[in-house]
């Protein structure tokens, strides 16, 4: 019997790296969270050498999933009848209100696949998972066994539990999102991990759970440190304090991990006038407008090779996108080529950045979070009648789907011991006449007041993801000259559990400016 099965969108597309897994994401963007692969033992292709039963004509009624490349076929032998199931072992952070409604999702989907299902055994521990070795983590996770498959069964290349895990992950979310009020918590996602039975294996339930935190952390680049990292760092770098600072949007939030314990927060903007060099700042915006040789005269407006209209892509938000349609915006090609070739500017900012913030692991916003359309490295070039409006580029406590959301969890920006969402913005013109205009503005929601950062060749902006910006389009003086910025999608994460997430790191930085709801 020949059945089709949906296959994740293939990997190694163009410039970006093939190594990476991508299926997932494209799950966040259909609203499906999204299940770990553990334990792979050895090459197994699904074919005739498996029995299937009565799975057979449902393992091919959800492969049409969009996103989900046309699909392959596979042949199931009708004769045997392996006796395939799943058996819950082990979960954390899931209480005694929500685990069961969580074991009967996955009974009903295992009755759909014509699959045993057995939660009698399991080890449930009611308390999120905490690791010194995995700080900022969500904590819950449900790890399931795959009885009846054979010894050679891939986890990670089966065609079956690819279905499965959109199937029990899709049925999870559901769950989640219907019981969203009536139980504590549950807006919080699972982490779904699969392994082959383990007979009398030693290993704690601690480790294992904490191994498939580590998979998916590794399978999905959730926590790479940028380039340059551990480069040597300039001791100016480490020091360097911004020329000033200020903090906006205030208000009164609930505190993460104590329930019921509210705080006052406050989102952060920092300007540094010295952390780019005359020199590093043409190299990057050499790396912006392509290093070959053709002399391009921008007063004319970006050059075509790299900026087409139309091309700006870079908020999650469809309303942004509509309104920006119009605007210069950067190829495909050249965002790949800055994003994922190698180019020493890139790797020297970056390794600035490590410098800046020591007490943070500093990585690019992973593909994981928004999809791959959102581009952890893009530049901007408004030029004069272009029209923005506000956006924030990305709020942990709002993500959708994704693995990123099954580690990590939902929660407000800034919250202790939780990674935090920072863009950092470089302006690259070589020269920039006040009279052009073009500041990143930032609104203060409460107040509806604004606060404008001026575009200063070579200054470099650090601030919330979460905070409401837009960019100012030039004035009539700049003519067809664009404003050029480079932006770097951020995620600081903690180096230890509960750790202070602010961003002077203790450092003597000068006292911020109190703007807006901030100041109240
Ligand atoms: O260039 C600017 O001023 C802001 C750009 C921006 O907000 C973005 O790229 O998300
Ligand atoms: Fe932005």
Redesign the pocket.
Known sequence: MIVTIARPASAGDGLRPAKRKRGREVMSLLGLASLALVQPIQSFQLGPSLGLGRSQSTLCSTGSVSGYSSGVEAEFDDDIDNHLGLKVVASSGIDDEQLPLVLGAIRSTCDKYGMTFDSSGIHAISKPLRSKSLPGILGRVLLVEMAGVPVSFDFDESELTAQLKIDLSGQIDQLLAEHRHGITNTNQPILLGFQAPRGDSKQSVQSSLEYVIQKEMSDYGLREAVAGASSGLSAEDKTLAPSYRVELDGAMIETVDCLGKTHFDTSSLIVFDDLVNDDLRRRLLNVVNGEDKEIWDDTQGPRPARWVRGGLF??ANDDANQSSAACYGLSEHAIMDICYNEHPAITEFESKLSALFPCFEVTRLPESVLGPQISPV???A?THGDDFDF?I?CDPLQVPPSPWADVFGRYPNRSRGRPRFV?C?V?LNDEWNEAFG????FLDPLTQEVYD?T?KPGRV?VMDQDLS????APTQAAGRRP?Y?L?W?LILHPRTQGQEMKLSCGRNWPEPILFGSANI
């Open positions: 870079d908020v893009t530049a901007n408004p956006h580029d863009s913005l302006y073009a500041p990143t503005r950062v575009p902006l910006h837009t960019v100012v404003r910025s932006v999608k």
